[in-house]
């Protein structure tokens, strides 16, 4: 269990809806990572935010976007959904800002557009 | 462009034996070197790391080797283990230009069978 908690595991939705997934990091860690991976793409990082303020934005499109709360849990919104969007996501968290800590990993959220 | 590559999409090793994965990277500006395991179902777990000023770095069973000159690093475990079936993925940073951000490439895994 590497403490990182992401809800909900499933969720199947239709095209151009919008939907949130929610992660809650290691306690402890301050910083957490978006990581989407389809089929052929590998983990694409998408977006890192450290103490509640953005830190890094990857390949994440204008149709998603992310926030961290004060209690330092993690919201990934997905919005106008297209076929292209289903993948697993996953929430990493680490204790620093720097990718050099390792990255601990949640179980992610697999997202089916339909 | 695919900046970390793992050539091989899967590997089957016999139990006892020494499992090998490789990882090529492309950009002289990675300075360290991540291994994850995935299993299904769950998230990569770290494994083992390697900053670009060694060139080996041993963890129990698990030793990874980086060759800068090649741009190549290899993760061997060695007596492989049923166990270590999963999926095994390459990352690589570079530290970036503004506010000491880093950002992790990963390769698109390996996928190692050990057979009893």
């Known amino acids: 269990d590497s403490g990182v908690t992401q809800t909900p595991k499933h969720l199947i939705t239709a095209t151009g809806q919008r939907v949130t997934l929610r992660c809650s990091p290691r306690s402890g860690d301050l910083s957490v990572y978006w990581y989407q991976q389809s089929l052929d793409q590998g983990l694409q990082f998408l977006i890192q935010y450290y103490n509640g303020e953005e830190r890094a934005k990857g390949n994440i499109l204008e149709r998603f976007s992310a926030q961290q709360f004060p209690d330092l849990h993690s919201e990934l919104n997905l919005s106008s959904l297209e076929l292209g969007d289903s993948a697993l996501y996953f929430c990493a968290s680490s204790v620093e800002g720097t990718e050099n800590s390792p990255l601990h990993f949640g179980n992610g959220t697999r997202l089916t557009v339909t | 462009d695919q900046q970390v590559k793992q050539n091989s999409p899967s590997l089957s090793v016999q139990e006892g034996r020494i499992s090998i994965l490789n990882c090529d990277y492309t950009?002289?500006?990675?300075?360290?070197f991540l291994w994850y395991k995935k299993y299904p179902a769950e998230g990569p777990t770290f494994l083992i790391s390697i900053s670009s000023i060694k060139d080996k770095n041993e963890d129990g069973r698990f030793t990874v080797f980086l060759n800068k000159s090649a741009k190549h690093l290899s993760l061997h475990i060695v007596p492989s283990q049923p166990g270590d079936s999963a999926v095994y993925f390459c990352?690589?940073?570079?530290?970036?230009?503004?506010?000491?951000?880093?950002?992790?490439?990963w390769g698109l895994g390996t996928s190692l069978a050990v057979n009893p």
């Open positions: 950009n002289s500006m990675f300075d360290y």
């Open positions: 990352a690589a940073t570079a530290l970036q230009n503004a506010g000491n951000n880093r950002k992790l490439i």
